[in-house]
């Protein structure tokens, strides 16, 4: 096939907390050299994280091209690559995928050949579900292994991680006690295995657990939220409990003195997916477990909502809005 000189991409030019820094707008497409791939992205799953690299939480060089996970059709290869070719169906986690085109290192530990037989709508729910999916599966394996009758919080449990956590830590046999802000989205966590649920809006949320777990407290906390509720995970934990903080949504953390987690021998990670999914042999064993387990009905995701690449902004505000439940995907070849 022909490839074009130029493509639309979906970039940040600076930091803000609003969107007037994000731009629709013309780029290169990327040359390859001998050991690279050139896919034609297909469907680009949104993410929260897009909303910390624009207002300044991660660190980016600008003009900074958005998107962190695609399905994607080979459309050009490197003369040393063997292991893929044109026409072959992948999914990937990489920067920049919020794009027509992307240029991927053949030997990309981050990247899956799928079926040739692969559907439409499986490329769709495949290229929206990489980041939440494995971010859950990792957390709750590498970061803290959960064990049944643990006692589990989980915040924001109807988002796109919150909803993987409460089904795998179901699976696992855990006490998964969901947080949400209205009742419908405390219903959909019921729906999805929770066995406690608690509005974080209306309710004492250190009350309650200790309610749900006979004063004990939680084995640990999953926080996305941030710096709103950093403290209510530190007060909701057992003696010994595990605080992962690994989002922002309220905003970035204040620096913890070291001696707050002494009085209850708590630990608290920062954890991020990439590091463990480079590990050898990591991504094809999260992989394969995520499609085992979606085979088998342990993982259940619906069918993400399709906007043009160019919607972007228009996606992300209704993401960052909080009112929302389900995953969001680009069209990228829809312009």
């Not at 981050?110 to 599966?137: F, R, W």
Request: proline fraction near 4%.
């Amino acid at each position: 096939m022909s490839i074009p000189q130029t493509q639309k991409v979906v970039l940040i030019d600076g930091n803000s907390d609003t969107f007037e820094v994000v731009k629709y707008a013309d780029s290169p497409v990327p040359k390859i050299s001998s050991s690279d791939i050139l896919v034609k992205n297909l469907y680009a799953g949104v993410n929260f994280i897009e909303a910390y690299f624009r207002k300044g939480y991660y660190p980016a060089q600008f003009p900074y091209t958005l998107g962190r996970e695609a399905s994607a059709e080979v459309v050009q290869v490197g003369d040393e690559v063997t292991n893929y070719k044109v026409g072959d169906k992948v999914i990937y986690t990489q920067a920049g995928s919020f794009a027509q085109y992307s240029k991927i290192d053949s030997k990309s530990p981050l990247m899956s050949k799928l079926p040739d037989n692969v559907t439409n709508e499986q490329l769709k729910l495949y290229g929206s579900m990489l980041i939440q999916t494995t971010t859950a599966y990792t957390f709750a394996e590498e970061t803290y292994n959960v064990q049944p009758n643990d006692y589990c919080l989980v915040w924001a449990a109807a988002g796109g991680v919150g909803q993987v956590l409460v089904q795998i830590l179901h699976a696992r046999g855990a006490k998964v006690i969901a947080l949400a802000s209205s009742d419908d989205k405390l219903q959909l966590s019921k729906e999805l295995g929770a066995d406690y649920v608690i509005n974080y809006k209306t309710e004492d949320v250190v009350a309650k657990v200790k309610e749900f777990t006979n004063g004990e407290g939680v084995r640990v906390s999953f926080d996305s939220v941030g710096a709103a509720t950093w403290q209510t995970s530190i007060d909701s934990l057992a003696v010994g409990g595990h605080f992962i903080s690994y989002g922002n949504s309220s905003g970035k953390v204040d620096p913890i003195s070291i001696y707050s987690l002494t009085p209850k021998c708590l630990t608290l990670s920062r954890p991020t997916r990439d590091p463990y999914m480079r590990l050898p042999g990591k991504y094809d064993y999260y992989f394969g477990k995520i499609l085992g387990d979606l085979d088998t009905g342990v993982l259940k995701l619906p069918q993400p909502q399709e906007y043009k690449l160019g919607d972007y902004v228009e996606v992300a505000k209704l993401l960052e809005s909080g009112k929302t439940t389900g995953k969001f995907v680009l069209n990228c070849q829809d312009i």
